[in-house]
């Protein structure tokens, strides 16, 4: 059994297929990222990976290595969390979600719940690079709120589709994209970009995007700066150097501060808004976040 250092490396490089981008995010050396490599490949008696010079492929077998990889860490993941909780004694709500939903949806939720959830902690981990899987795997995720429509499998979940909604594009006041009439989403594209992580299934979406626009989609160069800071994504644009997008409610107080301009673009994806939970999970604390997960979608479909 690997490792979970080895794990992490195997994940990593299967989802940046770039040594470098692996290497700085693991904080290790390519060296020994490189050796660490080689030694899983002999370990497994595989090749996991294909290399053609600077292009790194996953071969068929080390896609069936990389899910068991997966399912190896949130099997060990779930381990320690279990642990720890039975040592705590505490009663812990865990809940993933993408940046896009946190102020729509979590916050709503947790504010409604929280008379039922005084002596609960909950813990919610916020980023745009996620999916269902450690929730539909048996993971420690409690709950998963975020788009479900790339997810493989979804058995035995209980889910509630909250509602479609149209990426819209932002840009400071006067930048040139804003003085244009309504421009085709792929041409945001040409200005610098700052955006939460990008999961693979969307930057799969905006390549088709770009390349049916004649647009180069040059992805080691899109987005300029990738964070799940909205923060510092608004903060960014508002600096006049940048572009960026998501759901209009995120940005909705600084376009009527007249601080940002909602982009006329045509041609927009939609993303789809979903919560998630396991079936059977019948702890109270669940729940009461749950219900109230439920009561804030259908207020958001109520709006749109």
């Known amino acids: 059994m690997y490792d979970d250092r080895t794990i992490s490396a195997l994940l ?10 692996t290497a700085r995010e693991l904080d290790l050396s390519q060296p020994t990222l490189t050796r660490l490599i080689q030694k899983a490949e ?14 790194i492929e996953l071969t068929n077998a080390g896609q069936k290595v990389v899910e068991l990889c997966r399912q190896q860490k949130i099997s060990n993941d779930q381990f320690r969390k279990n642990i720890a909780r039975a040592a705590s004694g505490v009663d812990r709500v865990e ?10 949806l979590v916050a709503p939720a947790l504010k409604m719940a929280e008379e039922d959830i ?3 902690q909950v813990s919610v981990k916020v980023s745009a690079d996620t999916d269902s899987e450690e929730l539909s795997s048996g993971g420690s995720v409690d709950i998963f709120v975020g788009d479900l429509t790339h997810t493989a499998s979804t058995d035995g979940l209980e889910i509630v589709k909250v509602s479609s909604k149209e990426l819209v594009v932002v840009a400071p006041p006067g930048h040139p994209i804003t003085k244009k009439g309504p ?8 200005y610098p970009i700052a955006s939460p992580f ?18 180069d989609p040059r992805w080691r160069e899109i987005p300029a700066i990738e964070t799940d800071d909205f923060s510092l994504i608004e903060n960014l644009v508002r600096s006049g150097g940048y572009l960026s997008g998501g759901t209009k409610d995120l940005f ?15 041609g927009a994806p939609s993303w789809n808004i979903c919560i998630a939970r396991k079936m059977n999970n019948e702890r109270s604390s669940v729940e009461a976040i749950w219900k109230n997960l439920v009561q804030a979608a259908l207020e958001i479909s109520r709006s749109d």
Not at 42 to 55: P, Q
Not at 95 to 104: D, E, F, K
Not at 183 to 190: G, K, S, Y
């Open 95 to 104: 809940i993933v979600c993408g940046p896009l939903t946190t102020l729509s």
């Open 183 to 190: 421009v085709l989403f792929a041409e945001a594209f040409n």
């Open 198 to 215: 990008l999961h693979k299934h969307w930057k799969s979406e905006f390549e088709a995007i770009l390349v049916k626009a004649g647009i």
């Open 252 to 266: 909705s107080d600084a376009i009527k501060a007249g601080k940002l301009v909602q982009v006329n673009v045509k």
């Open 118 to 120: 005084q002596k609960v």
């Open 42 to 55: 002999r370990d497994a008696d595989l090749v996991i990976f294909k290399r053609s010079g600077a292009r």
């Open 12 to 21: 990593s490089l299967s989802r940046t297929l770039n040594f470098k981008s």
